[in-house]
């Protein structure tokens, strides 16, 4: 993911991007407006701009799917925010409250922050929403899926 920071995106559309990574197949305008409870117009009018960024692929009437760029950039996009929920367990925060805290700030943290986290951590594999993937890191080793 070279020449990606992870701040080049609001932080609604990456919410989008790991909706659509979460649900593993092309995903309707109307899943995505009912999953943010907006209005459908908001839901197309983002997806329009997202497209732009060669990270998904909008098929009228079929769906939208994420490209193997936007798979790997919203595969980081959940490393960050299970890396963050994980730091803040560690300072006593419940699941839930280091789940929610990590939501409200995650975009604005970079990702060689991340990275350091990571390496810090000893390159955990799992937090509390689930596994954490590697394929996306530059400072995990090898066999974790670092590069």
Do not use: W
Not at 15 to 24: A, C, G, N, S, T
Not at 121 to 147: A, F, Q
């Amino acid at each position: 993911m070279e020449g990606i920071n992870g701040l080049e995106l609001s932080p609604k559309k990456n919410e989008y991007l790991k909706f659509i990574l979460e649900q593993e197949g092309p995903v309707k305008t109307t899943d995505i407006s009912s999953q943010f409870k907006v209005d459908p117009s908001t839901t197309t009018k983002t997806i329009n701009e997202l497209s732009t960024t060669g990270l998904i692929q909008h098929i009228p009437y079929r769906g939208i799917s994420l490209t193997e760029k936007g798979r790997r950039y919203a595969g980081f996009l959940v490393r960050r925010h299970r890396i963050l929920e994980l730091v803040l367990t560690h300072y006593g925060l419940s699941a839930e409250e280091a789940c929610d805290a990590a939501s409200m700030f995650e975009g604005y943290v970079p990702k060689d922050v991340v990275d350091k986290m990571c390496n810090s951590l000893g390159h955990p594999t799992t937090s509390i929403c689930g596994r954490i993937e590697h394929d996306t890191c530059c400072c995990c080793p090898k066999d974790l899926g670092g590069r």
